[in-house]
Every structure is written in C-alpha cells, then in structure tokens.
T-cell receptor
Framework: NAGVTQTPKFRVLKTGQSMTLLCAQD?????MYWYRQDPGMGLRLIHY???????AKGEVPDGYNVSRLKKQNFLLGLESAAPSQTSVYFC????????????FGPGTRLLVL | DQQVKQNSPSLSVQEGRISILNCDYT??????FLWYKKYPAEGPTFLIS?????DKNEDGRFTVFLNKSAKHLSLHIVPSQPGDSAVYFC????????????FGTGTSLTVIP
C-alpha cells in the first residue's frame, strides 16, 4: 500500500496563478484533510471531508477550495495564488473522525513569488 | 489564539538518556491527545495517543502522561536513540472541536550519540 500520496512534491507559482494539489489514499478512509505548515505555527487545518462528495471549512480556509469527487482523492485548489500561501501543504486521511489518528502524506512545498 | 502550545522549540539529549517533551493546552474540552513524529521532507507519523480518562499510556520506549488539572501532557522517550531525532508535534481534539485536531508548533529533538 502506498498510503497517502501527494502531487506535486514542489511547485513555484507567480502571484495570481492557479493550481491544484492532488491527494490520494489507498486505505479506504472516509475522512480526508488538508493542512498547511508554516514556521512557528504548527499545522493548521484548511479544509476537510467526511466522505465522498462532502467538504467543510477548517481553521484557515480563505483562498482555497477543495473537492472530493472520489473517495480516494481530495483536491486542494488555489484560484489566485498569493505570497501568503507560500507554505508546506500536508494531506491526511483517517478511518474515523477524531480521536482516530490521521495518516499524513509527504507534503507539497509551494512557493508563491 | 494557539490552543495547543509547545513552548520548547528544541531539545538536545544524550543517547541513552530520557527525553521529555512538553505540551500545554488551554481548551478544557479537549479529551483526546496525540503525539506525532516528523522527519525532514516527510509527513508526520502517528506515535502515541491518550484519552482524558487515563493519565498515562505506554508503548515501548514511549510514554505519554496527562495532567488534566494542569492542562499539560508530556512525552517521555526512554532510552533516547539517535533515530529519535525529529520534530515532535502534540495534537488535541475534543467534544467542541468536531472533526478537527489542533496542533502545537512542534519541538525539534536532537539525540546526541
């Protein structure tokens, strides 16, 4: 099993450009999450999904959109990238809502110039 | 406002000694706590958890202690090994946080051979 995979691993964007980050999991987990990690800030939840076709806002949702068309995939979109969105993005999945532990992907490093 | 705090950004310990990583929280509704370990360029991996009905949980070299009255938890690693060198995050969830975990800012542990 690959677990949780993220594509791409690294990307550079110019301000105003758009992109989509892809997360895939092969563990048949219902729940999927997108986090961002910034220096001194820990991991902060952007959006999450409790099942195929559902999405919900987390702690820092502004500037991002998500979609969960298939159970195994969770997409994070940036419609108009800003330098403040420079960060490392982690996707995670879990078989249950908290308190079940989450399984993380390797991360996507995004630089917005 | 940061609901979960790790006030020590870094910690250095000699191999074979005990490592103690600390975490404080402010939300009295938190009732489940996890520790994650993160190596550079990888996603966090689940290490150990504890629910509020316990004050101690042990798994091999790793023990987590919970002091609910002080809103404090700690992770003990005994004996520490060089492979334990990583960033450790604590995370918490509770009845009022729904599907969200709140993460601390992390403590970078270095185990010196």
């Amino acid at each position: 099993n690959a677990g949780v995979t993220q594509t791409p691993k690294f990307r550079v964007l110019k301000t105003g450009q758009s992109m989509t980050l892809l997360c895939a999991q092969d563990m048949n987990h219902e729940y999927m999450y997108w986090y961002r990690q910034d220096p001194g800030m820990g991991l902060r939840l952007i959006h999450y999904s409790v099942g195929e076709g559902t999405t919900a806002k987390g702690e820092v949702p502004d500037g991002y959109n998500v979609s969960r068309l298939k159970k195994q995939n969770f997409l994070l979109g940036l419609e108009s990238a800003a330098p403040s969105q420079t960060s490392v993005y982690f996707c995670a999945s879990s078989y249950s809502i908290p308190p079940g532990p989450q399984y993380f992907g390797p991360g996507t490093r995004l630089l917005v110039l | 406002d940061q609901q979960v705090k790790q006030n020590s950004p870094s910690l250095s310990v000699q191999e074979g000694r005990i490592s103690i990583l600390n975490c404080d929280y402010t939300n009295s509704m938190f009732d489940y706590f996890l520790w994650y370990k993160k190596y550079p360029a990888e996603g966090p991996t689940f290490l150990i958890s504890i629910s509020s009905i316990k004050d101690k949980n042990e798994d091999g070299r790793f023990t987590v202690f919970l002091n609910k009255s002080a809103k404090h938890l700690s992770l003990h690693i005994v004996p520490s090994q060089p492979g334990d060198s990583a960033v450790y995050f604590c995370a918490a969830s509770g009845a009022d946080t729904g599907n969200q975990f709140y993460f601390g800012t992390g403590t970078s542990l270095t185990v010196i051979p």
